[in-house]
């Protein structure tokens, strides 16, 4: 039997000028980041067929 290798993963962004790992980010830059990550998915999902933004603060979301 094969041996099992653990493989891990890490995440980085560009914060400024400095790369930083996605695990030590704030709770709300953790938001931020996946709200965008998102609604960059959709748009590209849905090209020429509808344009997605993040809600500001205080609309409504369905």
């Known amino acids: 039997m094969k041996k099992q290798q653990k493989i891990t993963v890490k995440a980085f962004v560009h914060v400024g000028d400095e790369l930083v790992d996605v695990d030590t980010l704030p709770p709300e830059k953790k938001v931020e980041l996946a709200t965008r990550l998102k609604v960059d998915y ?17 609309e409504a979301s369905l």
């Open 42 to 58: 959709l748009n590209g999902m849905f090209a020429g067929k509808a344009v997605f933004r993040p809600a500001q603060q205080g």
